[in-house]
């Protein structure tokens, strides 16, 4: 693997991670600020659905960064 390919992989991770990020702020900004309806699913799923995502993200992140260690780095 050469360095540009470690140095992509890197950038994916990182963006992965502020994926994961946004994902989890944004489920808890939606079930701060959602207005009050009669809908209460709603309310439930959006949120949920955006945390899903964020956590898919960090494991995604994880999952890379694990073989990236694990692959080295050979000159």
Not at 9 to 36: C, D, M
Request: glycine residues 10%.
């Amino acid at each position: 693997m050469t360095q540009q390919d470690v140095k992509n992989k890197q950038r994916i991770i990182y963006l992965l991670i502020a994926l994961g990020f946004a994902g989890l702020i944004g489920a808890h900004e939606v079930t701060v600020n959602w207005p009050s309806t009669e809908d209460d699913t709603a309310i439930i799923t959006v949120p949920f659905i955006l945390a899903a995502a964020g956590t898919l993200c960090f494991v995604a992140a994880g999952l890379l960064a694990r073989k990236l260690m694990k692959g080295g780095v050979s000159r």
